[in-house]
Structure formats: C-alpha cells, structure tokens
C-alpha cells in the first residue's frame, strides 16, 4: 500500500567518539524512506531542499523506489543543516549547530498523485506543518504515524497538542513521554498521551528498546546489545521507517501486526547505528534484516511450562 | 537442592514520594531467602543481627523453610541499619544513615548442617566476608552467585576482584558493570567481567530489565511496565532469590534453565515493588507468580514468518 513520508532531508556533521564526518545527508525523511524502502517501493516523498542538494542523492532515492515529485528544490537557498557531537555513552549529544535554511518556511505541498495515500508517516517537523499535511490530504489515510521531540513541548505546546489528536500513533522517546503527560510512569504516561488523540503510542528507550501501548494491551521490543554504537543519528527514524515500512507492506494495522513492525523497526535501527550517517541503510540486504530479526528472537525467546505445576 | 544464602538481615527505614516507615526488617539475605522460599524450602541462612531483631521475624523465616540455624544473635548489639529516600523518579536514593553495627565484625560462621550446600548465593557484603563464606564450605557447590555493589569497588578492589574470581555467577548493576570493566558497552564490559572469572554475568537494569551473558549467549529480560512503583527497596535481591530459589528447585544451571530462572527473578522483583519492603513479598501464591509469569510472556510475544519470505 502507498506510504506517504514528509519530514527533513538534510545536511548533518557528525561527531561520536569513534570520528567525525563532513556534511553528509541526514534528515528524518532520509532515514525514514531508505529504512521503508525495504518494505515497500510505493513510497512518496514531500521535503524541502535548497540547490545545494546533490542530484545524485535524490537519484538515490528514485532508486529505491522513493518518488521524489514531492521534494521542493528551492533556488538559491541551502538545505537544512544540523551539526552534533556525540558524548561518550552516545545517549547524550550537544548541538553544535542548527540552519533552518528551507525548513524555515517549508509549506508541505502535496502532488496530486500522491493523494489517496494508505499511509501517512510524519517525520520530525513543526506540529503546525505536520498538521498542514493532514489538513491537505483529500482522504484520511489508513494509519497516520507522528513522530516529534521536546522542542515542540516547549515552544509550541499548543499546536502541538492539536496535531496529536489527529494522528492514530504517537512515537516519542521516554524522557518526552514524560515531559508531555506530567507523569513519571510510563503506563500511566502512555494512558494519558493516548486520551490526547493516539489510538496507539510508541515509547521509544533507546539502548532499552522500546514499548507499544495500545488499548489494554503492551508489548515491548528490546534494543539488541551490541559491541559498539558507532553513530546514534538517525536511529529513531529508522526504527519508525521500517515500523511503517512494514505496515505498508502487509496492509494490517492490527495490534498484533504493529508489534511485527516493531520488531522490523528495531532490526533496522540496530542496523543504523553500525556506521555513520545512512551509510549502513544503503548496503543492506533482505538476507540481513532476516538474520538480525533472529538474533532478536534468540535474545528474548524462552521455554517455560504454560501450565501451573 | 539445598540452597545457602548469606547476606545482611537488618533494619531499613524507607521514605519515597508514597509515603514513609518506621524501622521495618530488611537486608539482602531477608528478601533473597523470602524470594527463593516460594521455590525451595531448603534454605539455610548465614547472617547476623543484634538482640534488637524481633523474634517473631525470626520464626517468619523459620515458617517458609529457612534454616536460622546460622543466625548469630549478637547480645547487647544492635542489628544494621539503613534508611534512605527515594527521588521523585524512584531509580536515585539518597542514603540518610547507615549504621554498620553487628555487620562490622561479621564473621559468617557455617554451621556443620549446612555442609554440603548445592547453591550458593552471597548476598552483597564486604567481599573479604563473602570469600571467607566460599573457603569455609568442604565441599564446592554447584553454583555459586555472587551480588555486590558499587561501594567495594570504590574502596576494596582488590578483594573484590579475588572474590569474583572464584565464583560462577555475578550480579551487579549496569553502572557497575561500567564501573567494574571501564567499558561503555554491556557487552564489552560482559566479556571483560567473565574473563575476570564468572562463567556467567547477569546485568540489572532496573526497570529497563536484565541481561545475562552466557558462554557466547545473551538473554535479555524485560521489566514489567508497572503503573506504581511503591518502594525498590529489595527488588535486586529479591530478584536473585527468585533466580537461585527456582536453580536450587530444578537443580539445573543450564543456559536455557537460567533464562527461565530470571524470568522468575523479574516476577518476583516485579511484586516486591508494589509495597513497601516484604510486605508484598510475604503475601504472594504459587498462582500470583504463575499469573505475572504469563504477564511477562504477553509482554514480549510476538509471531513473525521463521522462514524467510
């Protein structure tokens, strides 16, 4: 089924304990679509870039089956840019630098073709151009999947607010979960968010894995262990691709099948981190995301009598 | 099998953001004996108190099957003491006193009945005490566990390190597993600790769960997502006491036996919480542990192709 991917295409500069890296392409959209793109090749993309975009990134995308009538070249102006460095646990970062550049005044514009989409994926953006997109579908897609941060909750709470009531799944880290709901437990946080409009809210831990709250029910996906994290940037993203990615492939959006998602968004993040930048989303095969969804298997699998003694 | 516990019994007085107590029992040994009681009651308990511990807490333990044989009563002495407060977020404590008193000088005397232990768990204590424990048994166990803290890494490294390297399981926390390895990563720090000796390492993570780390093998258990977390007071013994309690019942410490082992430990854990000290912990069925068991189980399961497409 069709899945609609709006949010950054970027340039980062990245620092982690392991080395730093020039400008490379970034962005929520980027790692969201190449992470889908392994579900499905009916992906449409609406993003903004300046001139300074390379043409051979956006062929990259048309590769794999991302359609990119959707993706504004504005003239004369310079993409998104975002610069970090990573401390040395990789759980914290500073910024180092943010350009809005386009994303200053992005007006998400919707081609006609992409109408009738299945599936919405809103990437990290301005609640009120998140909530634009939704506004200019002509037909409430199948699922609509949000993702935002802190940022939002503290300049734009409001917008923000409205936006989540209009969208069916919510995924955020814990810390904003907590931040958003006033509520230190993550059940009681999860009950709140989903009042606020969510049907289904994704807690996203990090190296803790990750928790699915839908209606009565919970299921939670661990992070695999691994001998290094080389790069964080982009591991949410993708994650939330290859949740979406999935869903769009099979067409069923029943609890049961949003934990497979999840599943396939953790065999896919786990992947991200393995090298700087998309570098390691570009070179992987069915083969390989196959064999990591085993290693998670294994990690959690265990035999216990399902009857009382 | 017969299961031999040592480890602190003492007083805990506990403040958190529900409430407060009065000097109530506690200490390692108290939760890991209680924990493993609902799987064996073959336990044998070293430990010391003063004159100030109640009776009544002694034939408590005596009624679930836990040998006191082994108790010093020290006259005219007081019991340890600890009180603390929990934070607002439950996983940081402040520790407002502790009062050493009868555990000062505490010289684990084994009585000649408990020769023979199968199990071993050392609850933490000063790891002189916890490796004289191991030199005064005739006969080697069949598994030793061992729990410490970071304290002794702080200021008995070397004794610390001897002690580990004559046991076969290691329990401690993610930030000392940090702490004990210089390594960031878990399973870096995993492989560094089992080379320092335990064939096996088990890594809490509070409420993001445990790992345990066999011979080229790692499981992972989650916690459970609770709405309340009254009091954690105990929760980390009281998990290695379902973990030891459910070896010593099935006298196997296979691998695949101590995954289900921790399941078992996160069950019990997962109740300690719920009130303040043991009193959950002393109120618990066979049919309550089976219950969360099935919980636990919900909470990870999923169902994806084991063949690829």
């Known amino acids: 089924m069709s899945l609609l991917v709006v949010g950054s295409?970027?340039?980062?500069?990245?620092?982690t304990p392991f080395g730093k890296t020039d400008k490379i392409v970034g962005g929520a959209a980027t790692y969201i679509s190449l992470s889908a793109s392994y579900f499905t090749n009916d992906i449409n993309l609406v993003?903004?870039?300046g001139d300074d975009f390379p043409q051979e990134d956006i062929q990259e995308f048309k590769k794999r089956g991302v359609?990119?009538?959707?993706?504004?070249?504005?003239?004369?102006q310079k993409s998104f840019f975002w610069s970090g460095k990573y401390h040395n646990d990789m759980n914290s970062r500073d910024t180092l630098v943010t350009e809005l550049n386009v994303l200053g005044d992005f007006d998400p514009v919707i081609p006609g073709t992409y109408q009738g989409a299945d599936f919405l994926m809103l990437g990290n953006l301005s609640p009120k151009v998140q909530q634009t997109v939704i506004e200019r579908l002509h037909?409430?897609?199948?699922?609509?999947?949000m993702d935002t941060m802190n940022f939002w909750m503290e300049i734009a709470m409001a917008d923000l607010c409205?936006?989540?009531?209009m969208v069916d799944v919510l995924t955020i880290n814990d810390e904003e979960a907590r931040q958003l709901s006033g509520e230190y437990s993550l059940v009681k946080a999860a009950a709140k968010i989903r009042s606020m409009g969510p049907h289904t809210l994704i807690i996203k831990?990090?190296?803790h894995g990750a928790l699915l709250f839908g209606d009565k029910e919970i299921f939670?996906?661990?992070a695999l262990p691994l001998e290094d994290v080389f790069d964080p940037t982009g591991a949410g993203?993708?994650?939330?691709?290859?949740?979406?990615g999935y869903l769009a492939k099979t067409g069923d959006i029943s609890f049961e099948n949003m934990k497979r998602a999840i599943m396939y968004g953790s065999a896919m993040a786990s992947y991200c981190v393995e090298k700087f930048g998309t570098q390691r989303l570009k070179e992987l095969s069915q083969s390989a995301i196959f064999d990591r969804l085993q290693q998670f298997r294994t990690l959690t699998t265990y035999d216990i009598e399902s009857k009382q003694d």
Do not use: H
Request: glycine share 12%; proline share 4%.
């Open 162 to 165: 409205k936006t989540i009531s």
């Open 67 to 76: 359609n990119t009538d959707g993706l504004q070249i504005k003239a004369g």
């Open 237 to 244: 993203d993708t994650f939330a691709g290859g949740f979406i």
């Open 47 to 49: 993003a903004v870039v």
């Open 205 to 207: 831990k990090g190296e």
């Open 139 to 145: 037909r409430k897609p199948k699922l609509i999947v």
């Open 9 to 15: 295409v970027a340039f980062d500069a990245i620092e």
């Open 220 to 222: 939670f996906a661990p």
